[in-house]
């Protein structure tokens, strides 16, 4: 039996696969319903573009019309190991002071900017050198652009001269500022959640990685969550068990979809599609 079971090894999932099999004594399984993430096109960082239609690498989730008379929007989410950090625009932008405490101040404890910033520190390895605000020892390598575009450097030069400081690291301060994103980039190559976390653990023999298995349902000991449903490729279904905890990551979307299809959301939205409510 594992210890820990978690579902969906995106950004969340790989790190959590990371940090909870440091312990060698603790057996842990990641469950993703994706494949690997070896595909060419995963690693060139436009290449993801060639990959969003393919439902092999994606969910694609449709939207109802966002206002009346509106089209339908698609969705898409990574399905691969590192899930959506597989496909995204590897952005990194930290968002501010104000940002991180903002969300403290909503009822977050532990989520204000003194709090992240070390945890930010500690995951980076950022190619601009160590600062006060940028680790280096970290497995997640963020640089900045390689080859400057003109266009891009007229757009900064512009900015300055109304008035915005031009900037190297535009993570480094709250100002009004311009310049160039940091990105998830390394040597020209797309440094995904998986590659950052998952790889160097994934021969530890405590930790599993089962991968093109979907998870169908969370799995109750009266209150409490104690396992899954899941579905291999085969579409052989299997029930598994955690000692200790079941944790979802399958993404801002995916997650309260297996919740509701657990019994666990608005009652009315869970009756009209048939489904026993655990929990409104
Ligand atoms: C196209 C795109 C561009 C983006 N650009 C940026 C950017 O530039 N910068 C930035 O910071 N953020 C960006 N994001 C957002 C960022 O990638 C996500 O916020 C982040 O990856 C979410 O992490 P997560 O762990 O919550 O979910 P995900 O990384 O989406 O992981 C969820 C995982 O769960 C798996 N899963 C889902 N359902 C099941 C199931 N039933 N059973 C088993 N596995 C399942 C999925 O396959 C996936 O691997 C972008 C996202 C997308 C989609």
Same mark, same amino acid.
């Given at each position: 039996?594992?210890?820990?079971?978690?579902?969906?090894?995106?950004?969340?999932?790989?790190?959590?696969?990371?940090?909870?099999?440091?312990?060698?004594?603790?057996?842990?399984?990641?469950?993703?319903?994706?494949?690997?993430?070896?595909?060419?096109?995963?690693?060139?960082?436009?290449?993801?573009?060639?990959?969003?239609?393919?439902?092999?690498?994606?969910?694609?989730?449709?939207?109802?019309?966002?206002?009346?008379?509106?089209?339908?929007?698609?969705?898409?989410?990574?399905?691969?190991?590192?899930?959506?950090?597989?496909?995204?625009?590897?952005?990194?932008?930290?968002?501010?002071?104000?940002?991180?405490?903002?969300?403290?101040?909503?009822?977050?404890?532990?989520?204000?900017?003194?709090?992240?910033?070390?945890? $930010?520190?500690?995951?980076?390895?950022?190619?601009?050198?160590?600062?006060?605000?940028?680790?280096?020892?970290?497995?997640?390598?963020?640089?900045?652009?390689?080859?400057?575009?003109?266009?891009?450097?007229?757009?900064?030069?512009?900015?300055?001269? $109304?008035?915005?400081?031009?900037?190297?690291?535009?993570?480094?301060?709250?100002?009004?500022?311009?310049?160039?994103?940091?990105?998830?980039?390394?040597?020209?190559?797309?440094?995904?959640?998986?590659?950052?976390?998952?790889?160097?653990?994934?021969?530890?023999?405590?930790?599993?990685?089962?991968?093109?298995?979907?998870?169908?349902?969370?799995?109750?000991?009266?209150?409490?969550?104690?396992?899954?449903?899941?579905?291999?490729?085969?579409?052989?279904?299997?029930?598994?068990?955690?000692?200790?905890?079941?944790?979802?990551?399958?993404?801002?979307?995916?997650?309260?979809?297996?919740?509701?299809?657990?019994?666990?959301?608005?009652?009315?939205?869970?009756?009209?599609?048939?489904?026993?409510?655990?929990?409104?």
């Amino acid at each position: 039996m594992y210890d820990y079971v978690i579902a969906g090894a995106g950004s969340a999932g790989c790190v959590l696969a990371e940090r909870l099999s440091r312990e060698p004594g603790v057996r842990v399984l990641l469950v993703e319903a994706g494949g690997a993430d070896r595909h060419p096109y995963l690693r060139v960082p436009k290449g993801v573009g060639k990959l969003f239609g393919d439902p092999a690498f994606s969910w694609h989730y449709r939207t109802r019309p966002l206002r009346e008379g509106g089209n339908p929007e698609v969705w898409v989410r990574g399905k691969v190991l590192g899930g959506s950090s597989s496909v995204n625009g590897m952005v990194y932008n930290r968002g501010g002071r104000a940002d991180w405490d903002d969300l403290e101040r909503l009822g977050n404890p532990g989520w204000g900017w003194d709090a992240v910033l070390p945890a $930010f520190r500690a995951i980076e390895s950022n190619a601009l050198g160590p600062s006060p605000t940028r680790g280096t020892r970290g497995p997640l390598h963020v640089s900045t652009v390689r080859d400057p575009d003109p266009l891009c450097d007229e757009l900064i030069a512009t900015g300055s001269a $109304f008035g915005l400081r031009a900037v190297p690291d535009v993570n480094e301060e709250d100002g009004e500022r311009i310049g160039y994103a940091m990105a998830t980039i390394k040597a020209g190559q797309r440094f995904s959640a998986a590659r950052a976390f998952l790889r160097p653990a994934r021969s530890r023999p405590n930790l599993t990685i089962a991968r093109q298995t979907t998870v169908t349902r969370v799995l109750f000991d009266g209150d409490k969550a104690v396992g899954v449903r899941v579905r291999n490729a085969g579409r052989q279904e299997e029930d598994i068990h955690a000692r200790r905890e079941v944790i979802l990551s399958l993404g801002s979307l995916a997650t309260p979809r297996l919740l509701q299809l657990s019994g666990i959301g608005p009652a009315e939205v869970l009756r009209a599609a048939g489904v026993p409510v655990r929990l409104d």
